[in-house]
């Protein structure tokens, strides 16, 4: 943004109390509605169980080409060369393993794959849950060598399923850690919940160009939403496992018997009958055209049907089995059951293992499966990044709420402390207050700081001695913050303030009618209440140095003791950048052309959301604006709103480019026509930076409402790009402006991030396209929304031009709120306003 000449609210305004506030009262109280509760409950889950969850993924993903890898490691093992001769039958096999190794065997697992080693299963010995396994020659029926590794993937399948627990509290504990990982899909999912959730590219696209937080953030949300239907699938499929219940009730609705039921009757290694099966192997190869897997499961006592278990060439997936019984002695077929005729429930409860595994869809599934497992670490990560940043940035928050408070009360002197107050718009009045406080009590004097921000004129009865720095804003106006303390004062009769002296160091803008207007008027009023002055009242025009050292030797006097020159270190130099690019934005427009200036400047200049930049004016011919012109307004630097920050690695502005009658400057202002016309590229700006507390970004996660017109969307682009790279998006954007076919400034990224969900709602309004509406009036008209957004503890930001806009946004939540509602809101810090 711009004005003719530096705006009295930035030039001599301050904002202590709003940062102050954002620090102490937006941290107090934290407004729990559901997004928040979901919030926490997903960081914390993220926190704690994201750990043992990364042990699980990595596992899971290790397990998942277990075959794969043991072939790799044991070539010739479970696989042989193919030769010409018959391979040996189940019954064949089973006699030459049992011959040799004098153990019961109590099933074979037979392959139709040529070269496919049958893999044979022993009965468990007496307190022995399952039997030894060994794989066999299938031509000659000799022993294969032990797999190598095989023990790793016993020990990384035990992890996985029970944490090397004891297997039942083992797998309580991974069904809990399912449950968590189920809440963090679901609750994520919930968070980034955009505003168009039909359009594929907010859930699924991922920005590269992001830096800092803001990369963690989108990568976590993006890369989860990837992956959100694998670890749905998981967590659901692995619950059955986990808990008896579970599984004992969806098998009880799939049809299928109880677990109990299922086992054998008998466990041990002891003799069973000797039972030929030749004849039921021959029998099922009659019956089970296009078998690929059979498993066999031999008698354990006369009479007794040989089992078999098969995997046709057309199933669906590894558990779409068929079974088979076929009585040994004749082969006769006693019992079939093709999976496509088992029941529904059964067939469902069947596809829990290969949706686990990822079987269900051949390779490409177990591929996802695999990628989802090792995203795990990668959330855990960047979720412990985003956690410690948060926290790295609120104790940041509190180390400012202990460095602005250090001065407040200094009680070891006795006797009544002097109030050391301050009325601040953009930080200077405060900073003075504090450099003061600090100056006195050095000086021996116990102070006590306030802001009147958050201060009852009635409190004043309470000292002999008041220092106060005023600043004003506006055409004479009290700053923000401090408007409530200026009414209650105004209101107050009598002289209840009789016995008070104060002094006042009131700060304005020359440039403005009503200088220093708020200091006088409050001056003015103390007096009117019994208070007398401790010295005149001193005027600061900007920076005056003069001034400044007079305000030095009047608390001099106050101490008794010498003071240090307040202020001297608040004259920052202009530094000297370069103008890179200019492009107009709204090109056709019936206002005043609107340029992005682009600026490169030194590689260490840093600031935050809301900062502002002063600039030195030069004439139309590159002279020097100083000392141009006998006016001291035309040689004011000009103060603009930024529209960037240091992660985009450059200084960017909007600015309005100012006409006005006359030869001078070819009728252009002198900044702006400076910054839009005749500057040439790469040409050097004297610029410096100024911090702007009261328009302070707020990185927590509170909702923002951002309000602005013409070039104000600078200080609002600058803070949502702040907030969308802190992963913040509970924010609103209204914006007014002439013509949509020729003002929709910045509308590519507007609409990115409303399409992202950055913005959860984005209104746009034009005075010039049909009925004249204007942002107040779209506010006024969302009244609802503004009280939904109010009450979950929303921080308004209005941005752009003071007459008609900031004073109708003004109107309208006075209307809504009340006066007292109102002050309310500027005492908690959520009213902001960077205005001209």
């Known amino acids: 943004m711009t004005t003719s000449s530096l705006p009295q609210l930035r030039a001599s305004a301050d904002d202590a109390p709003q940062t102050r506030q954002l620090a102490a009262p937006q941290q107090q109280r934290r407004y729990w509605n559901w997004k928040q509760v979901w919030f926490q409950l997903h960081w914390f889950i993220g926190i704690t169980a994201g750990t043992v969850l990364v042990i699980i993924g990595l596992s899971g993903a290790t397990l998942a080409f277990k075959d794969e890898l043991l072939d790799l490691m044991n070539p010739g093992v479970r696989h042989v060369a193919v030769e010409t001769r018959t391979p040996l039958t189940p019954a064949q096999l089973s006699n ?42 299938p031509y000659t029926g000799a022993t294969q060598p032990a797999l190598a590794g095989a023990e790793f993937f016993e020990w990384t399948e035990s992890l996985h399923r029970w944490l090397l627990l004891p297997r039942d509290p083992g797998r309580q504990v991974a069904g809990a850690l399912a449950l968590c990982l189920l809440g963090l899909a679901l609750s994520g ?39 959100l239907v694998v670890y749905v699938a998981l967590t659901l499929t692995g619950i059955y496992w986990s808990y008896d219940v579970v599984r004992d009730n969806i098998d009880a609705w799939a049809g299928k018997p109880p677990r109990m039921a299922q086992a054998p009757a008998k466990k041990g290694g002891g003799k069973a009958p000797a039972v030929d099966i030749s004849l039921a192997w021959t029998s099922f190869q009659l019956h089970a055209a296009g078998w690929t897997l059979a498993s066999v499961r031999l008698p354990t006592r006369a009479g007794e049907a040989v089992q078999f278990t098969w995997l046709a060439s057309d199933a669906p997936h590894e558990r779409a089995r068929s079974r088979m019984s076929i009585a040994p002695a004749d082969g006769t077929l006693t019992e079939s059951e093709p999976y496509s005729q088992q029941a529904l429930g059964s067939r469902l409860v069947n596809i829990i293992y290969p949706l686990h595994m990822g079987t269900y869809f051949g390779l490409p599934g177990r591929i996802i499966v695999t990628v989802a497992s090792l995203g795990l670490p990668l959330f855990a990560i960047t979720g412990w990044m985003l956690y410690l940043g948060r926290r790295k940035a609120k104790r940041a928050v509190q180390a400012q709420r202990a460095m602005l408070g250090a001065g407040a009360a200094n009680k070891q002197n006795t006797g009544l402390p002097t109030l050391v107050a301050y009325a601040s718009q953009s930080g ?15 000086a021996g004097v116990a102070v006590d700081v306030q802001s009147l921000d958050r201060f009852d004129p009635a409190q004043l009865r309470q000292y002999q001695r008041a220092l106060i720095v005023a600043s004003t804003f506006g055409e004479g106006e009290a700053p923000d913050g401090t408007r409530r303390f200026a009414r209650l004062l105004q209101a107050t009769t009598g002289t209840p303030l009789a016995g008070l002296e104060f002094g006042m160091l009131a700060l304005g803008d ?22 007398t002055s401790l010295f005149p009242l001193i005027e600061v025009d900007k920076h ?121 400057n070819q009728g252009h202002g002198l900044a702006s026509g400076w910054l839009t016309r005749f500057a ?73 991030w409303l399409d992202t969900g950055h913005l959860a709602r984005l209104d746009k309004v034009f005075s010039r396209d049909g009925e004249r509406q204007y942002v107040q009036d779209r506010l006024r008209a969302s009244a609802n929304e503004l009280r939904e957004w109010l009450a979950q503890g929303a921080i308004v930001y209005v941005c752009g031009s003071l007459q008609g806009m900031a004073t109708g ?13 109102l002050d309310a809101l500027l005492a908690a810090g959520r009213y902001r306003r960077d205005v001209y």
């Open 510 to 531: 020359r440039h403005y009618s009503a200088f220093c207007g708020f200091g006088h008027a409050l001056a003015q009023q103390l007096h009117a209440l019994g208070a």
């Open 544 to 664: 005056d140095p003069a001034a400044l050292a007079g305000w030095s030797t009047a608390l001099a006097r106050c101490s008794g003791s010498a003071i240090d020159a307040i202020g001297v270190q608040e004259e920052a130099s202009y530094a000297e950048w370069r103008l890179a690019r200019r492009v107009l934005l709204n090109p056709g427009s019936l206002g005043g052309e609107l340029h992005e200036i682009t600026l490169t400047g030194p590689a260490d200049a840093t600031w935050e959301a809301g900062a502002l930049a002063e600039i030195i004016p030069c004439n139309a011919d590159g002279s020097d604006g100083e000392g141009s012109h006998p006016d001291s307004a035309h040689h004011a630097p000009r103060s603009y709103s930024l529209a960037s920050l240091p992660s985009d690695g450059e200084l960017q502005l909007l600015v309005r480019q100012e006409r006005h009658a006359g030869e001078e």
């Open 809 to 821: 946004i003004d109107a309208v939540l006075q209307e809504l709120l009340g006066q007292e509602g």
């Open 428 to 442: 200077q009045a405060e900073r003075l207050a504090l450099e003061s406080a600090r100056a006195l009590q050095q």
């Open 189 to 227: 999912l919930y968070l980034r919940w955009p505003r168009r959730p039909l359009d594929w590219r907010t859930w699924l696209t991922f920005d590269p160009a992001l830096k800092g937080r803001s990369f963690l953030w989108n990568l976590h949300a993006v890369a989860g939403t990837w992956c």
């Open 680 to 752: 040439p590229l790469g040409s050097p700006i004297r610029l410096r930076l100024q911090a702007n507390p009261a328009f302070a970004p707020a990185l927590v996660d509170v909702p923002c409402i951002y309000i602005g017109n013409g070039s104000g969307l600078a200080g609002l682009r600058a803070h949502l790009r702040a907030r969308q790279r802190a992963g913040l998006a509970r924010n609103w954007l209204l914006f007014g402006e002439r013509q949509q076919a020729f003002d929709s400034v910045c509308g590519a990224e507007l609409q990115g």
């Open 96 to 137: 030459i393993a049992a011959a040799e190794h004098g153990q019961r065997v109590a099933s074979i697992t037979m392959y139709a794959e040529a070269g496919a080693a049958p893999r044979l299963f022993f009965a468990p010995k007496n307190g022995q849950r399952r039997g030894e396994s060994i794989y066999l020659h």
